[in-house]
C-alpha cells in the first residue's frame, strides 16, 4: 500500500470552498440573531467625557447600547500569555470599555446592537461620543527618549536581551565591519475574512463561533474573563478565512460578542470592518534597528551585536524577537541582540506573518550581503562558509539543510549568471539585478501536550479529530493522510473532525506549529487504535489471528495480517462485527522535548530574486524568485508548496508595498483600508518556483515534521533589496523599498 504521507493529495475541503457550501463563523444561521457594531475613540489618548446615544436608541431596529457606563466588568484581569503555552491567550492586558479612560484611537467606547447588519452600523453613526484628548506618543520619533529596556518580551516568552561572548573584542579584531541602520513601517495582516465571533447563550451555557487560529484559547480566555466554568463554553471554528497571526491571539470582540448576546438575550454577530481591522487585532509594530557585524578578511564572523527599538502599548513589553535568527545562523563567538520599548498610544502589536523573522532576516541578510560585496566574495559561499554547525548552546541541529537550500536554489535561479557590478545589465530602461538571502525560522518547543482521538467504524471506514481549526493551511487534509498511514487504511477510508473544543486539545497553530503538533497527535493516536485493534484480534479465539504475536501482524487496507503468511488475517470491519461493536476508538498524545533540551531548532531556506528597477521613477518590479527549503519530512508536497509560494509573495508585499504610517498630529493609522494600505496582487504576482529539500529531522516531532508556515516568507524582503542594489548601486535599508527611496537622485530627463 502507498503510504499517503508525501503524495501530493489535494484538499479535502477545496470543493466546499470553490463552491461556496464552505461555512464561515459569519455565516452561521441562527434563529433570531442580531447583530453588534463597535464604536471606536477618535483620540489616542484622555477620556470619553460624555456617550450621547438617544439618536441611536430611537434608530429603527435598535436592540440596544452598551458602553463603560453599562457594560458589566469582568471576572478576570486579561494578562497577555501567548495561547501557546496552554493558558488564556486574550491579545492584549487591557479590555475596553471598563472604564471612561482612552489608550488608542480605534478602542471601542460603544457597541450597538441591532436586528440587522445594516441597521447596526447605521445606529453605530449616530452615536456621538465627546472626549478630553490628553498628551499621546504614536511613534518612535515621539517616544524615542523614553525608551527602556524590559525583561521580557513576546508575550513573556523571550528575554529581552542575549548576549555570548565579547562583542567588543570581537569588532576589535575585525578586518572589516559592517554598520547599517534599519526603519520598517507597520505592517497589517488584512486576511480576506475580518475576525468575526457568533455567540449564543443557552441559558448558562455558552456557544461561541468564533474565526480564530486557536479554539481552545478562545474558551480559556472567554472563560477567564467571564468567570464561567470550561465546561460551559464550547467554542466552534468550521471555517476560517485566513489569519496570518491576527486570530492567533484572543481580541477583546470575542468576549464582547458573548457580553452583548447575554445582554440582548438572543445570538449576536460581530465583525470587525475593514477599516476596524486596523486597530482592533493587532499589528506589526513599527520599529528601527541596527546591526553592527565583524569579519576576518576570509569571511569568518568575529562579532555581531543586533540592536531593536519599537513601540508598543501602555500596557504590555511586546516586540517581535528580532534576533532569534541573528544569534543563531551563523558561526560567531561574540553576540549581542537588545530589544528597547516605547510605550506609546496603540494597541498591543501581535504576531504577523513571520513574526520577529521577517524582519529580523532583513536586517541581517542585507548586512551579509553587504559584507559579501566588500570581501569580494560570492554571497552564496560566503553564507555556506560561515552557517553555524550548531546551536549557540552547542547543540546539533535535529535537521540542517541550508548548504543543500543555498545549492539547489542558486542552480534553479541561474545564479551563476549574475553580475557583481552594479548596473551591469539594462532591459531598455531597466536595470536588471539579482539578490539573495539565507533564511532561518525557529521551531517553537514551548507547547504544552497535544492530544488527537482515531475512531474505526465497522464499515471500515474513520475519523481522526482534534480541536485544532483549519484557517487556509491544509491541515485537514494532513490529519487524513497521517491517520490513514497510522491506521493502515487506504487514504479514501479517513475523515478529519476539527474546529471544536469539545474534541481533543491541541493548541493554537501558530508559530509554524500547525503541521507538527497535529501530525504528531493524531500519529500517536492512530497508532494507539491499531495497536488496539491487532491485540483485540490475537486475543479473540474467533480471529484468525487469534495467538500470534502482535508484533508480526502488519496492516493494509484496513486489513490485518501476519507478515509471515500474508494469507491469514481478518479486517478491522470483521473483527468489530462479530465482537458486536460500532466502532473502536483511541486517544494519542504528544508532548515537546523539554526546553532544555539539547536540540538544535531551526528550519532552513534561501531565497533568490531578480529585479527589474526604473531608475528614473523608482519603480522596482520583481520578475522571478526561487526559493528553497528544508522542512525535515514533508507530508503533502503540494500544500507545502502552496503555502510556501504564499509566503514568498507576503515577503515582495513587505519588501515593496506594505507599510503604514501613523499621524501624529490625530494619533491614527494614515491607511485605513486595501485602497491605501497595499498588498500583492495577481498582477505583481512574478514567476515563483519553489524547491522542496527533504532532510531526515531527529528528535522534535514523531515524524521529522517542521513546519512550513513562516519560512516562506523570511529572507524575501533581503533578496529583493539585494537585488536592487545588484541593479543600481544603492543600498536601501527602509521598508517597505518605496519609489522616492529607490529612485536616482537626478532622474535622467528625456
Same mark, same amino acid.
Given at each position: 500500500?502507498?503510504?499517503?504521507?508525501?503524495?501530493?493529495?489535494?484538499?479535502?475541503?477545496?470543493?466546499?470552498?470553490?463552491?461556496?457550501? @464552505?461555512?464561515?463563523?459569519?455565516?452561521?444561521?441562527?434563529?433570531g440573531?442580531?447583530h453588534?457594531?463597535l464604536?471606536g475613540?477618535t483620540?489616542?489618548?484622555?477620556?470619553?467625557?460624555?456617550?450621547?446615544?438617544?439618536?441611536?436608541?430611537?434608530?429603527?431596529?435598535?436592540?440596544?447600547?452598551?458602553?463603560?457606563?453599562n457594560?458589566?466588568?469582568?471576572?478576570?484581569?486579561?494578562?497577555?500569555?501567548?495561547?501557546?503555552?496552554?493558558?488564556p491567550a486574550?491579545?492584549?492586558?487591557?479590555?475596553?470599555?471598563?472604564?471612561?479612560?482612552?489608550?488608542?484611537?480605534?478602542?471601542?467606547?460603544?457597541?450597538?446592537?441591532? $436586528?440587522?447588519?445594516?441597521?447596526?452600523?447605521w445606529?453605530?453613526s449616530?452615536?456621538?461620543?465627546? !472626549?478630553?484628548?490628553t498628551?499621546?506618543i504614536?511613534?518612535?520619533?515621539e517616544g524615542?527618549d523614553?525608551?527602556?529596556?524590559p525583561?521580557?518580551?513576546?508575550g513573556?516568552?523571550?528575554?529581552?536581551?542575549?548576549?555570548r561572548?565579547?562583542?567588543?573584542?570581537?569588532?576589535?579584531?575585525a $578586518?572589516?565591519?559592517?554598520d547599517?541602520?534599519?526603519r %520598517?513601517?507597520?505592517n497589517?495582516h488584512?486576511?480576506?475574512e475580518?475576525?468575526?465571533?457568533?455567540?449564543?447563550?443557552? /441559558?448558562?451555557?455558552?456557544?461561541?463561533?468564533?474565526?480564530? %487560529?486557536?479554539?481552545?484559547a478562545?474558551?480559556? #480566555?472567554?472563560?477567564?474573563?467571564?468567570g464561567?466554568?470550561?465546561s460551559?463554553?464550547r467554542?466552534?471554528?468550521?471555517?476560517?478565512?485566513?489569519?496570518?497571526g491576527?486570530?492567533?491571539m484572543?481580541?477583546? =470582540?470575542?468576549?464582547?460578542?458573548?457580553?452583548?448576546?447575554? !445582554?440582548?438575550?438572543?445570538?449576536?454577530?460581530?465583525?470587525?470592518t475593514?477599516p476596524?481591522?486596523? #486597530?482592533?487585532?493587532g499589528?506589526? /509594530?513599527?520599529?528601527e534597528?541596527h546591526?553592527?557585524i565583524?569579519?576576518?578578511?576570509?569571511?569568518?564572523?568575529?562579532?555581531?551585536r543586533?540592536?531593536?527599538?519599537?513601540?508598543t502599548s501602555p500596557?504590555?513589553?511586546?516586540?517581535?524577537?528580532?534576533?532569534?535568527v541573528?544569534?543563531?545562523? !551563523?558561526?560567531?563567538?561574540?553576540?549581542?541582540?537588545?530589544?528597547?520599548?516605547?510605550h506609546?498610544?496603540? %494597541?498591543t502589536p501581535?504576531?504577523?506573518?513571520?513574526?520577529?523573522?521577517?524582519?529580523? &532576516?532583513?536586517?541581517?541578510?542585507t548586512a551579509?550581503?553587504?559584507?559579501?560585496?566588500?570581501?569580494?566574495?560570492?554571497?552564496? $559561499?560566503l553564507r555556506?562558509?560561515?552557517?553555524a554547525?550548531a546551536?549557540?548552546?552547542?547543540?546539533?541541529?535535529?535537521?540542517?539543510?541550508?548548504?543543500?537550500?543555498?545549492?539547489r536554489?542558486?542552480?534553479?535561479?541561474?545564479?551563476?549568471?549574475?553580475?557583481?557590478t552594479?548596473?551591469?545589465?539594462?532591459?531598455?530602461n531597466?536595470?536588471?539585478g539579482?539578490?539573495m538571502?539565507?533564511a532561518?525560522?525557529?521551531?517553537?518547543?514551548?507547547?504544552?501536550?497535544?492530544?488527537?482521538?482515531?475512531?474505526?467504524?465497522v $464499515?471500515?471506514?474513520?475519523v481522526?479529530?482534534?480541536?485544532?481549526?483549519?484557517f487556509?493551511t491544509?491541515?485537514?487534509t494532513?490529519?487524513?493522510?497521517?491517520?490513514?498511514?497510522a491506521?493502515?487504511?487506504?487514504?479514501?477510508?479517513?475523515?478529519?473532525?476539527?474546529?471544536?473544543?469539545?474534541?481533543?486539545?491541541?493548541?493554537?497553530?501558530?508559530?509554524s506549529?500547525?503541521?507538527?503538533?497535529?501530525?504528531?497527535?493524531v500519529h500517536?493516536a492512530?497508532?494507539?487504535?491499531r495497536a488496539?485493534?491487532?491485540?483485540?484480534?490475537?486475543?479473540d479465539?474467533?480471529?484468525?489471528?487469534?495467538?500470534?504475536?502482535?508484533? @508480526?501482524?502488519?496492516?493494509?487496507?484496513?486489513?490485518m495480517f501476519?507478515? /509471515?503468511?500474508?494469507?491469514?488475517?481478518?479486517?478491522?470491519?470483521?473483527?468489530?462485527?462479530?465482537?458486536?461493536?460500532?466502532?473502536?476508538?483511541? =486517544?494519542?498524545s504528544? &508532548?515537546?522535548?523539554?526546553?532544555d533540551?539539547?536540540?538544535?531548532?531551526?528550519?532552513f531556506?534561501?531565497?533568490?530574486?531578480?529585479?527589474?528597477?526604473?531608475?528614473?521613477?523608482?519603480?522596482v518590479?520583481?520578475?522571478?524568485?526561487?526559493?528553497?527549503?528544508?522542512?525535515?519530512?514533508?507530508?503533502?508536497?503540494k500544500?507545502?508548496?502552496?503555502q510556501?509560494?504564499?509566503?514568498?509573495?507576503?515577503?515582495?508585499?513587505q519588501?515593496?508595498?506594505e507599510?503604514?504610517?501613523m499621524?501624529?498630529?490625530h494619533?491614527?493609522?494614515?491607511?485605513?483600508?486595501l485602497?491605501?494600505?497595499l498588498v500583492?496582487?495577481?498582477?505583481?504576482?512574478p514567476d515563483?518556483?519553489?524547491?522542496?529539500?527533504?532532510?531526515?529531522?531527529?528528535?522534535?516531532?514523531?515524524?521529522?515534521?517542521?513546519?512550513?508556515?513562516?519560512?516562506?516568507?523570511?529572507?524575501?524582503a533581503?533578496?529583493?533589496?539585494?537585488?536592487v542594489?545588484?541593479a543600481t548601486?544603492?543600498?536601501?535599508?527602509?521598508?517597505?523599498?518605496?519609489?522616492?527611496?529607490?529612485?536616482?537622485?537626478?532622474?535622467?530627463?528625456?
Open positions: 500500500m502507498t503510504p499517503a504521507i508525501g503524495r501530493s493529495v489535494n484538499r479535502v475541503d477545496g470543493r466546499e470552498k470553490v463552491t461556496g457550501a @464552505a461555512c464561515y463563523s459569519g455565516e452561521i444561521p441562527l434563529p440573531l442580531a453588534a457594531a464604536v475613540a483620540i489616542p489618548s484622555g477620556r470619553v467625557t460624555a456617550s450621547h446615544t438617544d439618536d441611536a436608541l430611537a434608530a429603527a431596529g435598535v436592540v440596544g447600547i452598551l458602553t463603560h457606563e457594560l458589566p466588568k469582568i471576572a478576570g484581569e486579561p494578562h497577555l500569555l501567548p495561547s501557546l503555552v496552554g493558558g486574550p491579545g492584549q492586558s487591557f479590555f475596553p470599555m471598563q472604564d471612561e479612560v482612552i489608550h488608542y484611537a480605534g478602542q471601542p467606547v460603544a457597541i450597538v446592537i441591532a $436586528d440587522t447588519l445594516e441597521r447596526a452600523h445606529a453605530a449616530l452615536v456621538d461620543v465627546t !472626549y478630553e484628548r498628551p499621546s504614536t511613534t518612535i520619533d524615542r523614553v525608551a527602556t529596556e525583561q521580557m518580551l513576546f513573556g516568552l523571550m528575554p529581552a536581551r542575549n548576549e561572548g565579547d562583542v567588543e573584542s570581537g569588532l576589535a579584531e $578586518d572589516v565591519r559592517i547599517a541602520e534599519y %520598517m513601517a507597520a497589517h488584512n486576511p480576506i475580518p475576525p468575526t465571533t457568533t455567540a449564543v447563550w443557552d /441559558e448558562d451555557r455558552l456557544t461561541v463561533y468564533d474565526s480564530t %487560529m486557536g479554539v481552545r478562545s474558551q480559556l #480566555t472567554v472563560s477567564h474573563l467571564l464561567i466554568p470550561l460551559k463554553i467554542v466552534i471554528t468550521h471555517f476560517v478565512g485566513g489569519s496570518f491576527m486570530k492567533a484572543v481580541w477583546p =470582540h470575542v468576549t464582547l460578542a458573548a457580553m452583548a448576546a447575554r !445582554y440582548a438575550r438572543r445570538p449576536v454577530r460581530l465583525a470587525m475593514r476596524q481591522m486596523f #486597530t482592533s487585532n499589528h506589526r /509594530e513599527e520599529q534597528q546591526i553592527t565583524g569579519a576576518r578578511r576570509d569571511g569568518r564572523l568575529t562579532a555581531i543586533h540592536e531593536k527599538l519599537s513601540l500596557f504590555d513589553d511586546w516586540a517581535e524577537p528580532a534576533t532569534g541573528s544569534s543563531q545562523l !551563523y558561526a560567531c563567538e561574540s553576540f549581542e541582540g537588545v530589544h528597547r520599548l516605547i506609546g498610544n496603540t %494597541m501581535t504576531f504577523t506573518r513571520g513574526p520577529g523573522e521577517s524582519a529580523g &532576516s532583513f536586517v541581517l541578510e551579509m550581503d553587504e559584507l559579501a560585496h566588500e570581501l569580494g566574495v560570492d554571497p552564496v $559561499d555556506a562558509q560561515d552557517h554547525a546551536d549557540p548552546r552547542g547543540n546539533p541541529w535535529t535537521s540542517d539543510g541550508l548548504e543543500q537550500c543555498l545549492r536554489g542558486a542552480e534553479r535561479f541561474g545564479w551563476q549568471d549574475r553580475k557583481v552594479p548596473r551591469s545589465i539594462r532591459d531598455g531597466w536595470l536588471i539579482r539578490g538571502a539565507a532561518g525560522y525557529p521551531v517553537p518547543p514551548f507547547m504544552p501536550a497535544q492530544h488527537a482521538r482515531a475512531r474505526v467504524y $464499515d471500515g471506514s474513520a481522526v479529530e482534534t480541536s485544532t481549526q483549519e487556509g491544509g491541515v485537514a494532513i490529519m487524513t493522510q497521517v491517520g490513514a498511514d491506521l493502515g487504511l487506504a487514504l479514501e477510508a479517513v475523515s478529519a473532525g476539527l474546529g471544536d473544543t469539545d474534541m481533543p486539545n491541541t493548541s493554537s497553530a501558530v508559530g506549529a500547525g503541521a507538527t503538533m497535529v501530525s504528531a497527535s500517536a492512530g497508532t494507539a487504535l488496539q485493534l491487532v491485540a483485540t484480534a490475537v486475543a479465539e474467533g480471529s484468525p489471528l487469534h495467538g500470534a504475536n502482535p508484533a @508480526a501482524v502488519e496492516v493494509e487496507d484496513g486489513r501476519l507478515r /509471515e503468511g500474508p494469507d491469514t488475517g481478518e479486517t478491522y470491519g470483521e473483527l468489530l462485527g462479530r465482537n458486536r461493536m460500532t466502532y473502536a476508538e483511541d =486517544h494519542g504528544w &508532548s515537546p522535548p523539554p526546553l533540551a539539547p536540540l538544535g531548532l531551526l528550519t531556506g534561501a531565497q533568490f530574486a531578480e529585479v527589474a528597477v526604473d531608475p528614473d521613477l523608482g519603480l518590479r520583481v520578475r522571478r524568485m526561487v526559493g528553497a527549503f528544508a522542512p525535515g519530512r514533508v507530508l503533502n508536497p500544500l507545502a508548496t502552496s510556501l509560494m504564499g509566503g514568498m509573495l507576503w515577503g515582495l508585499g519588501a515593496l508595498l507599510g503604514n504610517e499621524d501624529p498630529r494619533g491614527r493609522w494614515g491607511a485605513s483600508n485602497g491605501e494600505y500583492p496582487v495577481n498582477a505583481d504576482a515563483v518556483v519553489v524547491e522542496l529539500v527533504e532532510v531526515e529531522d531527529k528528535g522534535f516531532n514523531p515524524l521529522g515534521v517542521k513546519g512550513v508556515g513562516e519560512i516562506g516568507q523570511v529572507g524575501v533581503a533578496a529583493v533589496a539585494n537585488a542594489f545588484n548601486g544603492r543600498r536601501i535599508r527602509r521598508l517597505p523599498l518605496a519609489a522616492e527611496l529607490v529612485m536616482d537622485p537626478t532622474p535622467t530627463l528625456a
